[in-house]
């Protein structure tokens, strides 16, 4: 009884895990408040202690799997947070190379579009080129404050980057560089989407034989068992 409660209450956590991770993000603003530092030992002190209760108290076992599952959460939520934020990335690039487009063939000049599409643009693209934007009203050049946003932002603005300093430092032609970059990043962003779709049978798994297919043993084979039971004792 006690290691079903046990069971059961691992479960809840991991359930309400789960969903704290996949809550709404608030939009992020171009200078946001730098995060508090937190000290790298809080969570496997905590999740050392929590084992070493549960395997005293209860069995070994279970304070082994609370250990691993400690210690795998954090690393798996680092892995997460990364790929919703690159695919962020990869979903707002084409509009914002449209709009860069848009902006250069009405005649703006680099500075002026880049301001332009981070004005409209509230992602992590639009956000970067607005900070971008923000550091030349200190004295900084353009090119010069664009070349860190592939690392503060995601790996995937490189090309778009590229192109733009290129246009701000040398003066080259930006609109036939933007439109091949538009047509790459949609290609890019279709190859994702086609990505999630071939997931999405192993996602389904899961509930597939936590839940499914535990109620289909029951409904088919129980009856079956128990009438074959009855017919031995007999």
Do not use: K
Request: glycine share 6%; with cysteine; aromatic share 2%.
């Amino acid at each position: 009884m006690t290691l079903a409660i046990v069971l059961g209450l691992l479960w809840t956590a991991v359930v309400v895990l789960w969903g704290w991770q996949r809550r709404p993000r608030q939009v992020r603003t171009p200078t946001p408040h730098p995060p508090q530092a937190r000290s790298p030992i809080t969570a496997p002190a905590v999740g050392l202690a929590l084992a070493a209760v549960m395997a005293l108290a209860l069995h070994p076992v279970l304070g082994v799997a609370m250990g691993l599952l400690m210690w795998i959460t954090p690393h798996r939520r680092r892995a997460q947070l990364h790929r919703r934020e690159q695919a962020e990335i990869i979903d707002e690039l084409p509009e914002a190379i449209d709009l860069l487009r848009l902006a250069v063939s009405s005649g703006l000049n680099v500075h002026l579009a880049v301001a332009a599409v981070g004005e409209r643009l509230d992602g992590p693209v639009g956000l970067g080129l607005a900070g971008a934007v923000q550091r030349t009203h200190t004295g900084m050049r353009l090119a010069d404050a664009l070349d860190p946003l592939p690392e503060t932002v995601g790996e995937p603005v490189r090309p778009l980057v590229r192109v733009l300093v290129d246009g701000d430092r040398y003066g080259t032609e930006l609109e036939p560089a933007l439109e091949q970059l538009s047509a790459d990043s949609r290609l890019l962003r279709r190859r994702r989407a086609e990505e999630q779709a071939r997931r999405l049978p192993l996602r389904l798994l899961l509930p597939l034989v936590a839940c499914i297919l535990p109620a289909f043993i029951l409904l088919t084979l129980a009856p079956v068992l128990a009438e074959t039971l009855t017919v031995l004792r007999r």
